[in-house]
C-alpha cells in the first residue's frame, strides 16, 4: 500500500524558512515524480513543486521559484521542501503526491488542473505565515 507521509510544517514569521519532508513508503522511488502541491482556505489546490526521482529534472511553479527548492533522498524514500524568504500568501496546507513516470507526464495536473491525477496523496501539513 502506497504511503505518505508529510511533515515540518508550522508557524513561521515572513522571511522564515521552513522544511516540508514526504516520507513514502510502499512503492520504490526508481520511476516516479514526487510533487508538492498546496491548498489556502477558499482557493484552488496550486502545484508548487515536482521532482522526477529518474533523473532529478525538477518543476516549481512562478510564484516559488528562487525561494523554494526540491530535492530527495531517493535511499530513504523521502522528498524535501525547502521553502526560504517565506510570505504569509504561501500559507496554506500542503500535500505531496505521488505518480509514476516523471513530472513531465503531469504538466497539467501541475499547472492547474487536468489529468493525469498523481494518484497517491499524503495527508497534508499546515504551513502559517505571519505577516
Known amino acids: 500500500e502506497v504511503q505518505l507521509v508529510e511533515s515540518g510544517g508550522g508557524l513561521v514569521q515572513a522571511g522564515g524558512s521552513l522544511r516540508l519532508s514526504c516520507a513514502a513508503s510502499g512503492f520504490t522511488f526508481d520511476d516516479y515524480a514526487i510533487g508538492w502541491f498546496r491548498q489556502a482556505p477558499g482557493k484552488e489546490r496550486e502545484g508548487v513543486s515536482c521532482?522526477?526521482?529518474?533523473?532529478?529534472?525538477?518543476y516549481y511553479a512562478d510564484s516559488v521559484k528562487g525561494r523554494f527548492t526540491i530535492s530527495s533522498d531517493n535511499a530513504k524514500n523521502t522528498v524535501y521542501l525547502q521553502m526560504n524568504s517565506l510570505k504569509p500568501e504561501d500559507t496554506a496546507v500542503y500535500y505531496c503526491a505521488a505518480g509514476p513516470d516523471r513530472c513531465d507526464s503531469y504538466y497539467y495536473t501541475l499547472r492547474g488542473g487536468g489529468p493525469p491525477d498523481f494518484g497517491s496523496w499524503g495527508q497534508g501539513t499546515q504551513v502559517t505565515v505571519s505577516s
Open positions: 521532482i522526477s526521482s529518474s533523473d532529478g529534472s525538477t
